[in-house]
Antibody, heavy 115, light 109 residues
Framework: EVQLLESGGGLVQPGGSLRLSCAASGFTFKNCAMSWVRQAPGMRLEWVSAIGSSGGSTYYADSVKGRFTISRDNSKNTLYLQMNSLRAEDTAVYYC????????WGKGTTVTVSS | EIVLTQSPGTLSLSPGERATLSCRASQSITSSYLAWYQQKPGQAPRLLIYGASSRATGIPDRFSGSGSGTDFTLTISRLEPEDFAVYYCQQYGSSLPYSFGQGTKLEIK
């Protein structure tokens, strides 16, 4: 079964950091681009970041550029999102998804930025 | 940045009716890199359509996508009770950021 499982969310103070992980199974992870998408409570989906299959190409939304870093470990079938300098507006459910057109999604992990 | 505008914001229909959802882009989306997703409350989105008109694996054939350039449409031919949800369009691979529309809520009339 094709599956994505996010972890690492939680409550963090403004200015803090978190690292999200996404464990992939059931498909050839190293051959697939991967994406992160977030959704603030009651709001639309927001594309956050994407990475090519080898990790050599990375892409970011302007709202997170310079603060978030996407990476992957193809030997561990795991995608990461390092989030620094977190702000209240980063509060959301964060989803990882397979490929640029997101044919498989995880269930999401909740990040809350609050003092 | 490509801005996607979905209409209507809310669509009220009855089971068995036909639903037509629109997604308009602020500039042309190359190679029809346009996807549609369905999201139900408390769930992750589900891919319905990619490449503007290709159905994703396991998606019933009552869902169809069409369009090119700046105008795209998702059609649900005969609504089933489980189809009432929020629908998003997204452009990918054309221009960063890979933006989403604001969503159309399909509700039971």
């Amino acid at each position: 079964e094709v599956q994505l499982l996010e972890s690492g969310g939680g409550l963090v103070q403004p200015g803090g950091s978190l690292r999200l992980s996404c464990a992939a199974s059931g498909f050839t992870f190293k051959n697939c681009a991967m994406s992160w998408v977030r959704q603030a409570p009651g709001m639309r989906l927001e594309w956050v970041s994407a990475i090519g299959s080898s990790g050599g190409s990375t892409y970011y939304a302007d709202s997170v550029k310079g603060r978030f870093t996407i990476s992957r470990d193809n030997s561990k079938n795991t995608l990461y999102l390092q989030m620094n300098s977190l702000r209240a507006e980063d509060t959301a459910v964060y989803y990882c998804a397979k490929d640029y057109y997101m044919d498989v999604w995880g269930k999401g992990t909740t990040v809350t930025v609050s003092s | 940045e490509i801005v996607l505008t979905q209409s209507p914001g809310t669509l009220s229909l009855s089971p068995g009716e036909r639903a037509t959802l629109s997604c308009r882009a602020s500039q042309s989306i190359t190679s029809s890199y346009l996807a549609w997703y369905q999201q139900k409350p408390g769930q992750a989105p589900r891919l319905l359509i990619y490449g503007a008109s290709s159905r994703a694996t396991g998606i019933p054939d009552r869902f169809s996508g069409s369009g090119s350039g700046t105008d795209f449409t998702l059609t649900i031919s005969r609504l089933e009770p489980e189809d009432f949800a929020v629908y998003y369009c997204q452009q990918y691979g054309s221009s960063l950021p890979y933006s989403f529309g604001q969503g159309t809520k399909l509700e039971i009339k």
